[in-house]
Every structure is written in structure tokens, then in C-alpha cells.
């Protein structure tokens, strides 16, 4: 009961807290895993808890679904990580005799993509970390909660319910860092309470540069990837009446500017900084897979992750959401276009 006061931000039971106690009480083999296509908050809250696991003589790995990009491959501890893309069998070996797998900033088993038969399958406890909407019910411990700025904010509430914020070292605060820094747009987005700022402030007593982690973070700008930007801007369609806007980019844009992941990253907020925008989306063809990726922002109490799940088989967060359809650019567009009609009275102003 004293544990749970000392971090009255960590919205866990204490069933839920001793149970986890329990589960690490002696080492284990553990497998830590993001959602696919891992982001800042995925792979910082992943590595962040790799490190910690592993002071405690636990035998942890991370795999991720698949690759992320080179502006996030500078955290302590990122040569570790296994990509089950690229190294299935090892992969599977390793989750297949986990103790313990450890879900981190998704809530639904559907956003690991070829991981989620051997996920499935396995054998191990598991425990979620997120703060998406709508948990599945697939682990033994769930500390869920929508309110959170980041899942690598919920890892310091974690480390900290367990009694060890004393344990964070500059590497641990350094991937906590990049995870809320990315996930909270700079700390700009509402969900950027009192107590990130707090968290923050404790993570640069351990010793962290904040800006030589935003230098490697957002300061990765190829020729490419600011033509590709140009490109998208040029394609910038704007809905006054509906107060939304809209960008789409083909696969044949992304040849023609040498695509690299990580290169359309923060495209689609750019609808939103126009006056009057409330909903923002972004297209972008995959043609190696074969569908569009749809990337959806909005301000105030519209929700994207209502729009996207209803819609395009995706969800997130009230103001951030992915989606994706299997139809062509033209008919996506044209399926929007429809969809956005009967949405047309919340969003006029
Ligand atoms: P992004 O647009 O940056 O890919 O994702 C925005 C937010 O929505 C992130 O929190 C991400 O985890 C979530 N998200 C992205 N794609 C999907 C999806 O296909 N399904 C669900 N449930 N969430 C998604
Ligand atoms: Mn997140």
C-alpha cells in the first residue's frame, strides 16, 4: 500500500503491483517488444526498460517487428536490438522460451504484424505498458492508462512504483527522454501534463543533454527528404469547409526522392499549423505492401482514433491515429471524401 502512494501517478493495483514484483523476483528470460514501424516513444520506453530489466540480472531482449529509423539510432543499447524481419528463426527461438514478454506502447496484438502467431503462441506472461485507447485483454498485467504524455513516461512511473528511481542512470534517462520528447511533439501536445515536466527535470539531474539528444533526433535532414517534404506540401489539399486538410504522396514521389524510413515523420502536423485546421491526414502509398498508410492529427475534442477505427482499421490516441487501406490512392481519397461528409458538423466550427 505504501508503494502505491509513493507513485501515485503509476495507475496500477496493488494486485497488479505485487504480481509484478513477483514475476521479476528472480531473473528471467524476457522478451520487450514495440508495435511496428517503432517510433521514438517505442523504441525509448523499449530500450529504457532493457536497460533497467537488465540491472537486475534479468536475461532481457528486444525485438522489434521491423526496422525504424537512423534519426532514432543513436540510444544507448540500439545495436542489441533484434528485428524480427531480418532475423526470424533467432527471434523465434527467443520468444518461444520467454518467461515473460513485455508489450510496450501498443494494446492490441494486431499492430506487431508477423509477430503476432509467435506471440500468440508463446508460452510466457505477459505484461502491457501503453497509453492508447481500447486495450485488448491478452496480459496477465495491464497498467494502461490514456492520460499518459508517452509510454516512456509510464516506464519512469514503473521503475519508480517498483522503488528503484534511484536506478535510472543517464542511459535510462536518455531513451525516457527521446521517447516523451518525440511523443509529445516537443512538449506541445495536451497530454504534456505538470508531471512530464517533472519527470523531465529528474531524467536532466541524471546527467542527460537535452539538446544534443533533439540535435540527433530532429536535426537529420537529408536534400531527399526536404524535397520529398516540398513534394508533399505541393500536394497539400485544403477542405475550409470541413476545417480539415490533406496531403497524398505516392510510391513513385518516394522513389523519386530515395525514400528512406522515418523520411514522411512529422508531415502530416504541417496541415494542422494552418489557421482554422482541425483535422489533418497524410496518404502514403506503400507499394511494396500494397496499401496506403494513413496518418491522422486533429486539435481540440475531435477524435482521430474514433475516425480511424471506425473507418480504416486503425486507431491511437484522440488527436493522433493511424490507419490504412487496402484500396487504391484515388478510391481512398474518394472514400474519405465520403466518410468526412457525415463528420461535417463537428468539424464546422
Ligand atoms: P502515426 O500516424 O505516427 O503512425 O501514429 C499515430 C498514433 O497512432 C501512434 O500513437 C500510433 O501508435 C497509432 N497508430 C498508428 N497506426 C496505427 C494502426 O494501424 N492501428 C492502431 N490501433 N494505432 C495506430
Ligand atoms: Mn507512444
Redesign the pocket.
Known sequence: MTIVLNCIFARMNSEELQLVKELLSEPKSIVITPHKNP?G??IG?SLALWHYLRQHNHNAQVIVPNDFPKFLKWMPGVDQILIFDKKKEASLKIIEKADLIFTL?FNDLGRIGAMKPAFENATADFVMI???QEPHSYARVTYSDVSMS???EMIYNFIEILGDRNRIDEKIAQCIYA?ILT?TGSFKYPSTSSRTHRVVADLIDKGINCSSIQQMIFDTNTPDRLHLLGRALNNLVILKQYSTAYITLLQKDMDEFNFKKGDTEGFVNYGLTLEGIRFALIFIENGDEGYIKISLRSQGDFSVNEFARSHFNGGGHTNAAGGRSDLSMEETVEKFLQILEEYKEQLTP
Open positions: 517510433d516513444d517505442a520506453s506502447d501503453d497509453h492508447h508517452s509510454t516512456c521517447g511523443d
